[in-house]
């Protein structure tokens, strides 16, 4: 009861004030530099901010889902009441990984049926974002491959930041700076516009499984995004995927899968894997894990690379309550029985029924229409930009910015980017592919309204016409 009394007297404290308004703007005396923010939000509700900016009386339309994580906007009911009777249960709120509860097993099991590996896998999800499990992953399979010393990467790749992610990582080698392994970039798997389309392998395809064919016999993996969102968008095709799949197997590399970024509903599938129908040796979950609602991450893989003694294994026991978090996202995207009755007619009650990914291909075709015309209308409007390509898929997509004479131009798609938040009141974000940025990067939270959303592209509208 205490707890409950003091929550009731400290709601206030985290309001809006004039005191925290002028904190934030003097940050500048205190902060890194490359993370002093542009605008200040105080209040959210799905994919709607409040904020300190003057235009469209402070509202920012989120379609970037935050750091493209946010699945489910901000401040999911369903998420947030589970959060907060846990906090209120007197349960443990964090353990060794000596001492378990329920909900330690609860989610891995639930992990691990969601990724559709298959029975001979096991789940690590004692780590605490994207990079920690790349890392992890990483060291299984170099544990389990010992003595091959090369890791197999692409070019375009991101997979995080560290050691390790820094090795495996293209767009991020001018970070390495020291490594154990030798990494070899394979060229980016060629582009296509739609997973489902059949099609044959490229050729430029086809160089690439015959040169890892030559250099696979000292590789200890290959690790790969089922789609580059930080080059660019480019979507590797399904006939790749598979014959990637089949070569690994062949020269038996650990195949790894970062789904950082694709897993957990962004394309309609809780996973890349599922989407494709392609499983990897090791999957790596993350971001949209807990939605953003605390850190965590999680590895599948399978069993033969459990009697590894990989670094990291054992360090952390997890944040029970991002466990909650993400057992309660789980429950938003595919549904759950576990329905209070009290709620079960209510428009949330449905939700929890079906599971919001039953609404997918309707919020996938609204975004689809309104890039679709968002391009048609630039392009016959403005007078310096235009937009090229659309890559990507489901609710994440790239919108490639080309200059009025159709060439890339990272100067002006960062302008835009800056603009839209500003003067336009929408965040969308950029590819951290370094100088070679010419895209928009959308992440769409799957709770956004069609109304939302076409309000959101009409200001988009508005500013790229103006530019």
């Known amino acids: 009861m205490m707890i409950k009394k003091l929550v009731f007297l400290l709601e206030s404290k985290y309001y809006k004030n004039n005191k925290t308004a002028a904190f934030i703007n003097n940050s500048k005396q205190f902060l890194d530099p490359k993370i002093i923010p542009l605008i200040y939000a105080y209040s959210s509700k799905g994919i709607s901010l409040k904020t300190d900016n003057v235009i469209h009386n ?3 339309l989120d379609f970037a889902g935050q750091t493209v994580t946010c699945i489910l906007g901000q401040n999911d009911p369903w998420v947030v009441a589970n959060m907060i009777a846990f906090l209120l249960s007197g349960r443990p709120s964090f353990l060794s990984t000596k001492i378990g509860q329920e909900i330690y097993f609860t989610l891995p099991k639930k992990i691990k049926d969601i990724s559709k590996m298959n029975e001979d896998c096991f789940v690590n999800h004692r780590l605490n974002n994207g990079s920690d499990a790349i890392d992890f992953a990483i060291n299984l399979a170099y544990e389990y491959s010992r003595g091959k010393k090369k890791l197999i990467s692409f ?7 560290g050691h390790l992610p820094y090795g495996a990582s293209h767009l991020q080698s001018h970070r390495r700076f020291f490594g154990t392994f030798d990494t070899i970039f394979l060229d980016a798997p060629s582009h296509t516009k739609d997973i489902n389309r059949d099609q044959k392998l490229s050729k430029n395809d086809s160089n690439i499984l015959e040169k890892l064919t030559l250099i696979g016999k000292d590789a200890f993996a290959v690790i790969i995004e089922p789609i580059q969102f930080n080059n660019n968008g480019n979507t590797p095709t399904r006939i790749f995927l598979q014959n990637l799949r089949s070569e690994c197997n062949r020269l038996d590399i650990p195949l790894i899968f970062d789904e950082v970024q694709t897993g957990w509903g ?5 996973t890349a894997s599922e989407y494709y129908g392609v499983w990897p040796d090791i999957m790596v979950v993350s971001k949209s894990l807990t939605a953003g609602y605390g850190p965590l991450s999680a590895v599948i893989a399978r069993r033969k690379f459990s009697f590894t003694d990989a670094f990291g294994a054992r360090t952390n026991g997890a944040d029970v309550r991002s466990l909650v978090a993400a057992l309660a996202v789980i429950d938003r995207l595919i549904g759950t029985r576990d329905i209070p009755v009290e709620i079960i007619d209510s428009q949330l ?6 599971g919001l990914l039953i609404d997918f291909e309707f919020k996938q075709q609204i975004l689809m229409q309104q890039i679709k015309k968002l391009r048609k209308e630039v392009n016959s409007e403005a007078k310096h930009i235009r937009i090229g390509q659309i890559k990507g898929n489901g609710l ?3 919108i490639e910015i080309q200059d009025k004479n159709r060439h890339f131009n990272s100067k002006l798609t960062k302008q835009i980017q800056k603009k839209l938040l500003i003067d336009g009141g929408v965040f969308v974000r950029l590819p951290s592919n370094n100088d070679e940025v010419h895209t928009l990067f959308i992440k769409m939270p799957i709770v956004a309204s ?3 959303i076409k309000d959101g592209f009409q200001r988009m509208k508005e500013i790229m016409i103006h530019i």
């Open 58 to 60: 402070g509202e920012v």
């Open 155 to 161: 070019k375009g790749s991101y997979h995080g930041q």
């Open 266 to 270: 962004w394309l309609g599938k809780m």
């Open 349 to 354: 009650g449905k939700e929890l029924k079906s």
């Open 396 to 398: 994440a997509r790239m």
């Open 450 to 452: 069609e109304n939302q």
